[in-house]
C-alpha cells in the first residue's frame, strides 16, 4: 500500500517475552519515528531515524527496548522481557526529510501491545 | 525547553457549535513549526496542519481554521459548525531543529447529536 504500515496491530504477550514490532514507512521517505502512546495518553517519543542513522535515541525508556533499521526502509522496535507498564500502542510515523525542513509525519495505525 | 500545552483535557459541544481547541507551546528556537494532528477513534493520526515559525497569517479550511499569535505562543484551532464526524482527539505539534516532534497531550472532542 502507499501508507505506513505496522505488524502485528495487535500483540498479546506474557510479561518477560520479548516482542518484535515492525514498521513499513512510505517508500522514499527518510525520517522515521517511533511514539508511543498508553491508554488516554499522549504521543511519547522513543527514537528517530535519519536514513539508517539513529542521532536521537533519547526516548528509549529503558535498555529493554532497542531499535533498527535497515535499507532506509524497514524498522524493527524490539522490547526484551516485557513488563506491564510496556503495554500500550507504538506508533510509527514517517516523512520526506527530518531536520529544518519538518514535514508532515504520516502515521501507521500501530501496533498495540499487551503485556499479561 | 520545549513543550506544548493542551489545556483542555475533553471538550464535548452539540454539533453546529463552533469550538476551539487551545495549544500554547514553549522554545527558544527561532525556526520552528507547529502541526495539528486528528487522531479519529480508528487510531491512525492525520495530519491537518502546518505552520512555520515565521508565518503568522490565519489559515482557514472549509470548517477548520487555525489562529497562529506568536506574542502568546499559541497556535489554537477553531471547528466551526462542528459535525458528529469531528469526534476525535486532536494533538498540537511542535518541531524545533531537534529532530523531535514534541506532541501536546490532546484534546478529547466529543460532537453530539
Known amino acids: 500500500g502507499a501508507g505506513v504500515s505496522q505488524s502485528p496491530s495487535n500483540k498479546v504477550t506474557e510479561k518477560g517475552k520479548d516482542v518484535e514490532l515492525r514498521c513499513d514507512p512510505i517508500?522514499?521517505?527518510?525520517?522515521l519515528y517511533w511514539y508511543r502512546q498508553r491508554l488516554g495518553q499522549g504521543l511519547e517519543f522513543l527514537i528517530y531515524?535519519?536514513?539508517?542513522?539513529?542521532?536521537?535515541k533519547s526516548g528509549l525508556p529503558s535498555d529493554r527496548f532497542s531499535a533498527e533499521r535497515t535499507g532506509e526502509s524497514v524498522s524493527t522496535l524490539t522490547i526484551q522481557r516485557t513488563q506491564q507498564e510496556d503495554s500500550a500502542v507504538y506508533l510509527c510515523?514517517?516523512?520526506?526529510?527530518?531536520?529544518?525542513?519538518?514535514?508532515?509525519?504520516?502515521f501507521g495505525e500501530g501496533s498495540r501491545l499487551t503485556v499479561l | 525547553a520545549q513543550k506544548v500545552t493542551q489545556a483542555q483535557t475533553e471538550i464535548s459541544v452539540v454539533e453546529k457549535e463552533d469550538v476551539t481547541l487551545d495549544c500554547v507551546y514553549e522554545t527558544r528556537d527561532t525556526t520552528y513549526y507547529l502541526f495539528w494532528y486528528k487522531q479519529p477513534p480508528s487510531g491512525e493520526l492525520v495530519f491537518l496542519i502546518r505552520?512555520?515559525?515565521?508565518?503568522?497569517q490565519n489559515e482557514i479550511s472549509g470548517r477548520y481554521s487555525w489562529n497562529f499569535q506568536k506574542s502568546t505562543s499559541s497556535f489554537n484551532f477553531t471547528i466551526t459548525a462542528s459535525q458528529v464526524v469531528d469526534s476525535a482527539v486532536y494533538f498540537c505539534a511542535l518541531y524545533a531543529g531537534t529532530y523531535k516532534y514534541i506532541f501536546g497531550t490532546g484534546t478529547r472532542l466529543k460532537v453530539l447529536a
Open positions: 517508500s522514499g521517505h527518510t525520517a
Open positions: 531515524f535519519q536514513g539508517n542513522s539513529a542521532p536521537d
Open positions: 510515523a514517517s516523512s520526506l526529510v527530518g531536520g529544518l525542513r519538518a514535514g508532515e509525519l504520516f
Open positions: 505552520r512555520n515559525s515565521f508565518d503568522e
